[in-house]
């Protein structure tokens, strides 16, 4: 509008350039073009104060949302707020955009101060007011904590298999079908699979949680979801990256393969190596000593047979090399699983352990099956700690709870498919239980983003 006036102006300067009016109009001219160029320059800058302000609010929301999948460093947190502010700001047409954060000493809110050159079309206004760079403030904190009680996998580093790194071929992470129920109040469920299907729940299933978080989308087919549901949310780094893996297991081909079979009575089975398959079924009760059971075969256990250990940890040891060529756990029918994991040692806080190989190996060559885990049976009443399988697929169709009556349960997979009717219970009572919780498992999350400044 002003621009338009500007021209009438210098129109009606044109008609009236041989009247006295001219003389008059010439002097005013200046003053005429300084007040609407100010003017003009004005409106920009206030379009400019709006955009920046703006911006910084998104910014700290996105980084407070990322804040709620991983505990960030002071660098991480610098790192993302500058990707974000650069890569958004551009299309509100800032230039020369600085980031400061600052997160606040719960770790549980970070301040953003951005600042940008001030540009306008004229450059008036900034002469006649001083105004170089706009500056706008903004602070966004999370509420309560949750837990990381569930994370799928989309890659993870392998000590045993060849070129060091496994990636899934899988589009979906977590799928939750109809009848099925996962109940983790007060966790974060999340899968790093970055499809459109990474997370799909299906009609008549139930999910209850604080958080449900999927890099890629998350499909909801008409389920039941009491949870936070964020989707294109950021990569959960695998918390096991940092770990080395048990120096336990050893390479079989050097010892004879033994089947263990055992279909009745009552028997004890020492920590140690298991070359072979251990299959357990009828009503055979076995008791697990305390310790670590290298497995490179097959633990199943059915029928009405009952499986107990407290301070046992089992590691699938699998391995190209390996005769039996991966390692997987099935328990199957009414079997009876009680199991809690190692206090202390190299598998401390996890009762179930998947050297990736087998899995990868056997995925990579195309055999259909071969790297499914599975939980059928109705009486898997505790399976206390961490359970890890970072190349493997774990199938829980039990029609029944699973995992109720653990004091805390945490999986790590490549997938999870829950079917047939299974409720998975993922308790985070971490005071209540001896097993410690392996880092980076514990409360990492939050929810309730919101800006406060």
């Not at 999948?69 to 974000?84: G, I, K, N, P, Y």
């Not at 990381?148 to 993870?156: E, P, R, Y």
């Not at 139930?206 to 936070?228: K, M, W």
């Not at 120096?247 to 004890?268: F, M, R, S, W």
Request: aromatic share 6%.
């Amino acid at each position: 509008m002003m621009i338009r006036l500007f021209r009438d102006v210098l129109a009606r300067a044109r008609r009236d350039e041989h009247g006295g009016s001219a003389v008059l109009f010439a002097l005013s001219l200046p003053v005429v073009i300084g007040v609407l160029g100010g003017a003009v320059d004005f409106a920009s800058l206030s379009q400019q104060r709006s955009s920046i302000q703006s911006l910084t609010d998104a910014t700290a929301l996105s980084i407070a949302r990322q804040m709620t999948m991983m505990r960030m460093t002071d660098t991480q947190l610098q790192s993302a707020a500058e990707q974000f502010a650069v890569a958004n700001g551009a299309a509100s047409g800032l230039k020369s955009i600085l980031v400061t954060t600052t997160p606040s000493t719960d770790r549980l809110a970070v301040s953003v101060v951005l600042s940008a050159a001030a540009a306008t079309p004229l450059g008036i206004a900034p002469a006649l007011v001083s105004v170089t760079k706009l500056e706008a403030k903004a602070q966004a904190r999370v509420g309560q904590q949750s837990k990381l009680c569930l994370l799928s996998l989309s890659d993870t580093p392998s000590n045993e298999f060849v070129g060091g790194m496994f990636v899934t071929p899988e589009k979906t992470g977590i799928d939750i079908r109809a009848g099925a129920r996962l109940k983790a109040p007060d966790c974060l469920i999340q899968t790093n699979i970055a499809g459109p299907a990474a997370m799909r729940v299906a009609s008549g299933a139930t999910v209850t949680a604080a958080i449900l978080c999927a890099v890629g989308g998350i499909q909801n087919a008409g389920g039941t979801v009491e949870a936070a549901v964020i989707d294109s949310c950021p990569r959960l780094r695998n918390p096991m990256d940092s770990r080395p893996y048990p120096n336990v297991g050893q390479n079989c081909e050097t010892k004879p393969y033994k089947d263990i079979v055992l279909t009745a009575g009552t028997h004890v089975l020492n920590a140690g190596n298991y070359c072979g398959n251990i299959t357990i079924s009828g009503d055979a009760k076995v008791r697990l000593s305390p310790g670590t059971f290298a497995i490179q075969g097959k633990l199943t256990v059915s029928g009405n047979a009952e499986l107990t250990g407290t301070n046992v940890g089992l590691y699938l040891w699998g391995g190209k090399a390996s005769k039996n060529a991966f390692a997987k756990f099935a328990f199957l029918e009414n079997a009876l699983i009680d199991l809690s994991g190692p206090e202390t040692g190299p598998m401390a806080g996890f009762v179930i352990w998947e050297g990736i190989n087998g899995a990868a190996f056997d995925l990579s060559s195309g055999v259909a099956n071969t790297n499914f885990h599975q939980i059928s049976t109705a009486r898997a009443r505790r399976l206390n700690g961490t359970i890890y399988l970072p190349g493997g697929r774990l199938l829980i169709d039990a029609p029944v709870r699973v995992a109720e009556e653990s004091d805390y349960t945490v999986l790590v997979v490549n997938r999870l498919d829950l079917a047939f009717g299974p409720m998975l219970v993922l308790n985070s009572n971490y005071a209540k239980s001896r097993v410690p919780v392996p880092d980076g498992y514990g409360p990492i999350g939050a929810r309730n983003v919101r800006l406060v400044q």
